[in-house]
């Protein structure tokens, strides 16, 4: 079974950086998609990035030069380097994954494993 484990959440004022970690097992599996989504309040969940097999990331335009996807699979765990924090971005912050994957895409159905998620809140 694939384990999914958020940590690094917390409270920053905008401008700031956060780094979420995610501890998963799915970097035993082979094609592999990995990817962070969030739900605002009162808004629908939206992914955030993600990240195939290879290595290849894709990003949400909102986040877009300021979020990084990384990955470290000897210490199987999955990264979200945040930087320059805006209000706007205040959600709680899901990784996600899925093996077997042919087409990693930014659609929330491709993932099938799911953390309990980790709270982010930008406020100045």
């Known amino acids: 079974q694939v384990q999914m484990v958020e940590s690094g959440g917390g409270s920053v004022r905008p401008g700031g950086s956060l780094t979420l970690s995610c501890a998963t097992t799915?970097?035993?599996?082979?094609?592999?998609?990995v990817g962070w989504f969030r739900q605002g309040p009162g808004k629908e969940r939206e992914w955030v990035a993600i990240?195939?097999?290879?290595?290849?990331?894709d990003y949400a335009d909102s986040v877009k030069g300021r979020f990084t996807i990384s990955k470290d699979a000897a210490r199987n765990t999955l990264y979200l380097q945040m930087k320059t924090l805006e209000e706007e971005d205040t959600a709680m912050y899901y990784c996600?994954?899925?093996?077997?994957?042919?087409?990693?895409?930014?659609?929330?159905?491709?993932?099938?494993?799911w953390g309990h998620g980790t709270q982010v809140t930008v406020s100045s």
């Open positions: 996600a994954a899925d093996f077997g994957v042919w087409q990693c895409r930014p659609t929330a159905s491709v993932f099938k494993y």
């Open positions: 799915i970097f035993k599996f082979s094609n592999i998609c």
């Open positions: 990240m195939d097999t290879k290595g290849s990331a």
